[in-house]
């Protein structure tokens, strides 16, 4: 390991931007095995359920909320590290442990277990977002954070695309149990090559006095121990405090809150609809889903990230405008998606609402890391994220499934069409959330 209080070497004075393309493909790719570990849940519920016996209650409350107990709450001390320490080493550790917790889940013989198991991913995966948001504002100037924040979330299409299509196909081949064991030992194997190629730049690296001269980029220093502070953070309250007094905060979060907790939702359930409305096996419907996912949510999240760098540039509320329109839109596109009665019509429809519902991610994370300093970015974004994932994650999936529950004595397998139709309404109170937002952020941001 190299001592940071040494003169640097030539190899470790190269300017950031030599080495920024290949740290933002390991992001990527560190977020789409947290996407994969998180989603593949979704394409095994229906064996799952077959196994061990479980209700859409059960499954449901297994496959978000005993994710989201953990996640949020542990993603804010492990923001706080990332505002202190070195966030390369955090996202390592917790790449290592989310996988592993992923392989566990294939040893689960029954709810509790699987229950349990899940919550053990969360505590992994709680160290892998804030401090990546983090680690990226210090890797680009704010005029392209949006579009850059954007390239990291295509690790959400990507893994989700991946994890229903190879959790599927195992699952299909072997049984669901080999397929959280299996993807769960790729994460394992690449968290050390994460960590030897990805170095943290420093914080506060691209929030330099404009008096600094353009020609001369700052070095990017050498890797350090994870248990050398890298910059002075407050303490979380002094964040929160200085984040809760600016309402844009709180708009944006329950706008992205109430957003992720249909998105997340249906991104669950939507495997089970094809399997009970339209009869589609296991396989097939893992090939329909990963197409849904990448390119709907791929397209989706860059138009995000471009069309928000060009608004936000203009003004700030440009972020939040952009989103409130997308949540207009997706509300009736999923309303018709899940009444229609042919599959190749509802692949087609998905696309729509996966694109717009994800068109949140650069843009509002982007606006999130301008409400405050540089060295509160990441506990910031982790109260964000606490805000976002306790209502999307802990609550989406659950509410589809117990809804489908009640209903199953009047519709049957039908229920579930039923239910997450009448959950498409929470993307109305996401766009009012997000128009109050856009007129708001003038005035809250710190950072043009």
């Excluded at 890797?223 to 905060?249: D, L, N, Q």
Aim: charged share 10%.
């Amino acid at each position: 390991m190299i001592d940071p209080a040494r003169p640097a070497t030539a190899a470790a004075s190269r300017p950031v931007v030599a080495s920024r393309p290949v740290m933002m493909a390991m992001l990527v790719i560190a977020y789409t095995l947290n996407f994969i570990d998180r989603q593949i849940v979704g394409i095994l519920a229906e064996p799952i359920k077959a196994d061990l016996g479980l209700s859409d209650g059960q499954l449901g409350w297994m496959g978000g909320t005993a994710f989201a107990l953990f996640y949020t709450v542990l993603a804010i001390p492990l923001a706080m590290l990332a505002d202190r320490r070195n966030r390369s080493w955090i996202i390592a550790l917790g790449l290592t442990l989310w996988s592993a917790a992923t392989a566990l889940c294939g040893l689960a013989q029954n709810f509790w277990q699987l229950f349990l198991a899940r919550m053990s991913v969360g505590v992994g995966e709680a160290a892998g977002v804030a401090p990546a948001y983090s680690l990226i504002s210090d890797l680009y100037p704010p005029e392209r954070r949006a579009r850059a924040l954007a390239i990291f979330s295509l690790g959400i299409p990507i893994g989700s695309a991946l994890g229903v299509l190879f959790g599927g196909l195992i699952a299909a081949s072997v049984d669901w149990r080999a397929a959280f064991v299996t993807i769960g030992l790729v994460g394992v194997l690449f968290a050390p090559i994460f960590k030897y190629v990805v170095r943290d730049p420093g914080h506060g690296h691209m929030s330099a006095p404009p008096s600094a001269p353009a020609a001369a980029p700052a070095p990017e220093p050498a890797p350090e121990p994870a248990a050398r502070p890298t910059s002075s953070a407050p303490s979380i309250g002094t964040v929160f405090r200085t984040i809760a007094a600016k309402p844009s905060f709180w708009y944006l979060s329950l706008g992205a809150g109430m957003a992720s907790m249909a998105g997340y939702g249906f991104a669950f359930w939507i495997p089970s609809f094809l399997a009970r409305s339209f009869d589609l096996g296991l396989v097939d419907r893992s090939w329909v889903m990963a197409g849904i996912a990448f390119f709907g949510g791929a397209t989706g999240i860059w138009a995000g990230g471009v069309l928000g760098d060009r608004l936000g540039s203009r003004a700030p509320g440009g972020y939040a405008r952009l989103i409130a329109i997308a949540f207009l839109v997706t509300l009736p596109s999923y309303l018709v998606a899940f009444a229609s009665e042919t599959l190749w019509l509802s692949f087609l429809l998905f696309l729509i609402p996966s694109a717009l519902g994800l068109m949140w991610l650069g843009p509002v994370v982007t606006a999130i890391t301008k409400l405050v300093p540089a060295n509160m970015r990441a506990t910031a974004s982790a109260l964000f994220l606490f805000i976002n994932n306790l209502l999307g994650l802990g609550l989406g999936s659950p509410l589809i499934g117990e809804i489908s529950d009640a209903l199953t004595p009047l519709y049957g397998e039908e229920a579930l069409r039923y239910s997450a139709m009448a959950t498409t309404l929470v993307y109305a109170g996401a766009a009012i959330m997000m128009a109050l937002a856009a007129r708001r952020l003038g005035r809250d941001v710190v950072e043009a």
